[in-house]
């Protein structure tokens, strides 16, 4: 996780807040679920979607956030999973949607195998938020003019790529953060190598369904 400026930073910067009903995609370890849960308080709800496409995973996804929810005072929190295209299917509408280092994969072979090509789930969020509501898009940044082309192999994506295909759906670019930038990041290497692994250079889009 960041230190806690940058924490306070990009909750601020992604719209939460007391009472938001917000979705946290892929949740991992639950760490942003956690953090939300505390900011969104007793009158606000956290869906932590565990997609169904990594559910398998020997680490057991689901597991552990339903381990989180029953924490003391996490009764806010609700577990869901289901394929990435029935999201709309198990939360209701949203205040945010929050996608931390997660976009890129929905141009690799593992989320697509049940139809969740990136134009359908950007489609289905937009569907999915309240007018007015928030897309967050945290994910590590890929080398200049690859597009899409490393999402698999280094787990990066460009900018620009993530911005066009967002916006297709029907979003509008509302702000962008630099706090996760990071200039000595040489873009070439796979986001796990010792090198660069929980410093690498990401991006933060914030778009609004208007």
């Known amino acids: ?23 946290d995609v892929y949740p991992g370890d639950g760490d942003w679920t956690r953090l939300f849960s505390d900011v969104v308080g007793t009158e606000g709800r956290v869906y932590s979607f565990v997609p169904a496409e990594v ?10 956030v339903r381990t989180l929810a029953k924490e003391p005072n996490r009764e806010n929190i609700k577990v869901v999973s289901a394929d990435l295209v029935a999201m709309s299917e198990v939360v209701p509408p949203a205040d945010v949607l929050w996608l931390h280092l997660f976009y890129h994969d929905l141009h690799t072979a593992l989320m697509q195998t049940k139809g969740a090509m990136p ?6 969020v937009f569907d999915l938020l309240k007018p007015g509501g928030f897309y967050v898009i945290i994910d590590h ?4 003019a690859t597009g899409t082309s490393h999402a698999n192999s280094l787990h990066r994506i460009e900018p620009v790529s993530v911005r066009e295909e967002v916006e297709a759906a029907g979003f509008v670019l509302d702000a962008e953060s630099s706090a996760l930038a990071n200039q000595d990041d040489p873009h070439a290497v796979k986001v796990f190598d010792p090198s660069i692994k929980g410093e690498t250079d990401r991006f933060a889009y914030r778009f609004v369904k208007l």
């Open 141 to 144: 940044v890929a080398v200049a």
């Open 119 to 124: 134009a359908d789930f950007n489609r289905a």
């Open 55 to 64: 559910a398998h995973f020997k680490n057991d996804p689901v597991g552990i």
């Open 1 to 23: 996780m960041y230190d806690p400026t940058k924490l306070s930073e990009l909750i601020s910067f992604a719209h939460v807040k007391a009472g938001s009903t917000v979705i």
